[in-house]
């Protein structure tokens, strides 16, 4: 496979797996196309070679026919954590629904498609909903598909491990809805290698993997050890059920994207680690980086840093 394209490119994983696949190289003449509303907002992707950021919007039929039709294989990374039951209903059922059709009418047969841990027909969120109706809709085309479901994904410039640590630069306390809930997080760098592997393995085809690191945490947890390595350490204070909806109800409807929406808390009801029914990271040869090993350094480096820092990293 020469040319790759990769649907969600210019995100945190997207920017990962082109890194990756451009260092395991791509051939002669081969190339990653990564599409983008804004390209101009791309302009580190825009500096690797072989990766050519175009400005489409893969929402748009034609658009993705044009995109698909120059593609050897695609990655599908376009996903959404907040937003209303018809949003999720278009990014995670209605793109891939128009994705497989977008590969049929242009002969493309492989696809890897990142889809979240948790998922299941009777999820209690419309995001785990969403993400299994899109894997249904892939597995019915009869691609060439394989699932990588990963539980939360870790790393530098996450948004999930920063934004708990800046805030707790700035705050006394941390309230904190779903502090009990369950997560196996996972290095994005583990999930751009797996990508690659699945990528160049044809076995792979058919299956589906869970990508999970070597430990369990509670949010809580998470939160607290995030603070704990920027220097800011605070007591985190767990919240009830009811005052947890409210806190995600406050945040929903503060400018910019929401910390947590309710659909989150619903999300965090099912545990958000391996069931270990399915292969993972290990049957990919893969072995799977811990979250002190990578973001202790990083967070204690930079633990001056206040939240508009970090927001002016995305």
Not at 291 to 303: K, N
Request: hydrophobic share 45%.
């Amino acid at each position: 496979m020469r040319n790759i394209l990769i649907l969600g490119g210019t995100g945190f994983v997207g920017r990962a797996v082109c890194e990756r696949l451009v260092q395991t190289g791509l051939g002669e003449g081969g190339h990653l196309t990564v599409p983008s509303r804004r390209p101009q907002r791309a302009l580190k992707l825009q500096t690797l070679p072989g990766v050519r950021v175009v400005a489409a919007d893969v929402h748009r039929d034609a658009d993705l026919d044009a995109l698909v039709a120059e593609a050897d294989a695609v990655v599908n990374l376009v996903a959404i954590l907040h937003g209303s039951e018809a949003a999720f209903e278009a990014v995670h059922v209605g793109l891939p629904r128009r994705l497989a059709a977008a590969c049929q009418r242009a002969g493309v047969k492989r696809l890897v498609h990142v889809s979240a841990l948790g998922v299941g027909p009777n999820a209690p969120s419309h995001y785990l909903r969403s993400k299994t109706a899109g894997e249904a809709v892939l597995r019915a085309a009869h691609l060439d598909l394989t699932v990588l479901r990963p539980s939360v994904i870790f790393g530098e410039e996450d948004r999930f491990l920063n934004l708990f640590a800046s805030l707790q630069a700035v705050f006394p306390l941390m309230p904190l809805a779903g502090a009990h809930a369950r997560f196996q997080p996972v290095w994005v760098g583990d999930v751009a290698e797996a990508i690659v592997r699945c990528l160049h393995t044809p076995s792979t085809v058919g299956d589906t993997y869970e990508l999970a690191g070597p430990a369990e945490a509670t949010l809580g947890q998470l939160v607290r050890a995030a603070g704990a390595w920027a220097g800011h350490p605070r007591t985190i204070v767990p919240l009830p059920e009811a005052l947890g909806q409210l806190q995600a109800l406050a945040m929903a409807v503060l400018p910019g994207e929401p910390l947590m929406s309710r659909d989150n808390l619903a999300s965090m009801r099912v545990p958000n680690v391996a069931t270990g029914t399915l292969p993972g990271l290990t049957e990919l040869g893969i072995a799977p980086a811990s979250l002190q090993g990578v973001m202790q350094p990083w967070l204690s480096g930079r633990s001056g840093c206040t939240r508009l820092d970090v927001l002016r990293r995305h």
